[in-house]
């Protein structure tokens, strides 16, 4: 189904009525920051779990010191407006929140300080946003965004021009997806995912100097990896040859979740099939953001709608 609320301005309103101004700043100007947040159906369970909707409103009000925006919500009241959101879309399929917090002044003139803020939240049914059964990368002739141009750590609207950029490059050039190279050359993230790469039998990703957005689903698969699979994940810089090296890569993200890389600027990732460690993550990870694991579900899944008791699971599965 498709929603027909959102909440902006203070208030749930019919999705029509979800509209700016063609002269609002964070249109123009790209001043604003946002946030993707997955539900998960749970068919057994008849509901849908929010996945780490905390880390995602915290990083939110992170973007929005950069931005100088201020929203005057906290973490946990952005929380239950986006649940009440959902509930109000009565969706009862895997989903995506999408809140942005921008600057909404209709005003001429680059900057951040003294305009005023807005706020919005969408909710929308979402499948997987890229194939996850093996990707063919390119790295990217586009290189990061740096920390002193646009801050990568921040998800700043404008931000995303530099990701259009390599993934329409590299789709255009017949590839899947983009790698990008910070300035000086090293690995840094996706187009819009993080990376994690099993070398010489050691799991790594990108530090976060390197560039990349701090990723939720990053630190999810570093603590699955250390509880699941006791291994501990090396942040590092990485070296454009050491994709070429790797026995196994994978890309991680809200949208994408866990995408293999099977394929990096046409040389084969180890025997160009999905490795052991990355078909174990995904699995696993698909597991913890449904709601099936229930140690990981009281820790990070959010229940949208009335819990159904354990006793009368099976009523509702039959
Ligand atoms: C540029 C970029 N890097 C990394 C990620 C992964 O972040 P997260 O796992 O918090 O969704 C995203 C995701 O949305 C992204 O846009």
Known sequence: MVANELFMNGEFVPAEHGMISVHTHGFAYG?????????????????????RIRE?????????????ISLPYTVDQLIDISIELVRRNDHRGD????PIAYKADLSIGVRLHGLSDDFLITSQP????????????CVSSWRRIDDNAIPARAKICGAYVNSALAKSEAIQNGFDEAIMLTHEGHVSEGSAANIFLLLNGELLTPAPTENILLGVTRDTLMELARRELGRTTRERQVNRTELYAADEIFLCGTGVQIAPVVRVDHRPVADGTIGPISRTIQETYFDVVRGRRPGYRTQWCTPV??????SEHSEVAN
């Not at 995602?56 to 100088?68: G, T």
Request: one cysteine or more; hydrophobic letters at 35%.
């Open 31 to 51: 001043t604003g920051c946002f946030e993707g947040i997955r539900g998960y159906w749970n068919e057994q369970d008849q509901q849908i779990y929010l996945f």
């Open 56 to 68: 995602h409103f915290e990083r939110l009000l992170r973007s929005c010191k950069v931005l100088q």
């Open 95 to 98: 989903i995506y929140i999408k």
């Open 126 to 137: 979402m499948g997987n946003y890229i194939d996850i059964t093996g990707l063919h990368c």
């Open 305 to 310: 709608y009335a819990e159904i008791p354990a």
